[in-house]
């Protein structure tokens, strides 16, 4: 799965990354401890206009259930779920301290359900929200639904 800003976890009192931990000289000082968390960003798993070539990128349209994931991309999430678990576990964070944002998008919402059934994060609680600011760039009703191929292909 890409890296980018459609679905964000956050594991509170994490510990800082390593260049922050050894910071010396002009480099900042740590932060204090309740500035220390971790961020994972996560793509959302194929989706089905992935599958057809379509941009969508409209709110109105990124919403719409037949936008979701392709079952590809399901699996896709199941296994970065797996993968941000183990290493949740490996780093002795909590599940309960987990977060998790996700742009209101089909897709997005779909690849968060997902993790956090494996995580045992639940959904429907405050640990997960949609969070518009997270959405992707829309790039205009010129690109909406027409395929990649036609559209780049000029």
Not at 44 to 70: D, Q, Y
Request: glycine share 10%.
């Amino acid at each position: 799965i890409e890296v980018n800003a459609s679905v964000l976890w956050r594991g509170a009192e994490c510990g800082l990354s390593s260049q922050m931990e050894g910071s010396t000289g002009n480099s900042p000082a740590a932060a204090p401890a309740a500035f220390r968390n971790r961020y994972w960003i996560l793509r959302h798993g194929r989706s089905v206009p992935n599958e057809r070539g379509l941009i969508v990128s409209s709110l109105e349209n990124g919403t719409k259930p037949e936008f979701g994931l392709a079952p590809q991309g399901v699996e896709q999430a199941r296994s970065a779920g797996e993968s941000l678990r183990k290493e949740l576990e490996e780093m002795g964070v909590p599940v309960d301290s987990v977060k998790i944002r996700y742009s209101p998008f089909s897709r997005t919402t779909e690849t968060a359900r997902v993790v956090a059934g494996v995580l045992g994060v639940p959904f429907e609680g405050p640990s997960c929200k949609a969070t518009v600011e997270l959405r992707e760039r829309y790039f205009g009703p010129s690109y909406e639904l027409l395929s990649h191929e036609k559209r780049y292909g000029q």
